[in-house]
């Protein structure tokens, strides 16, 4: 059974910096597709970014883009996000998410697996 459990978020002022961690149990992750997304207000879950467990292309939403790196560490099959430079736009609770194959989505629909969410909140 796959599972997928978020660590790292808190609270931080404007302009820090935080470092978000998925572990992921319960398969080989190699052929997946790891997500990042993240829940505001609007309650609309939006991308944030994304990683192809092998090979490691990344891609990332415009407003993240050049602020916030995913990483992965197949050692301990975790799956980072470094986000620094953090503004208050960026409050949301975080979900890690995984798909089976290697095409990259935006749509939280095409995401077969997601971890229970991490709360990340920046002070102005």
């Known amino acids: 059974q796959v599972q997928l459990v978020e660590s790292g978020g808190g609270l931080v002022q404007a302009g820090g910096s935080l470092r978000l961690s998925c572990a992921a149990s319960?398969?080989?992750?190699?052929?997946?597709?790891m997500g990042w997304f993240r829940q505001g207000p609007e309650k609309e879950r939006k991308f944030v970014a994304a990683?192809?467990?092998?090979?490691?292309?990344?891609y990332y939403a415009d407003s993240v883009k050049g602020r916030f790196t995913i990483s992965r560490d197949n050692a301990k099959n975790t799956v980072y996000l470094q986000m620094n430079s953090l503004q208050p736009e960026d409050t949301a609770v975080y979900y890690c998410?995984?798909?089976?194959?290697?095409?990259?989505?935006?749509?939280?629909?095409?995401?077969?697996?997601w971890g229970q969410g991490t709360q990340v909140t920046v002070s102005s």
């Open positions: 990683i192809r467990w092998s090979g490691g292309r990344t």
């Open positions: 998410a995984a798909r089976g194959g290697t095409a990259v989505y935006t749509g939280d629909d095409k995401y077969d697996y």
């Open positions: 319960g398969r080989t992750f190699s052929g997946y597709t």
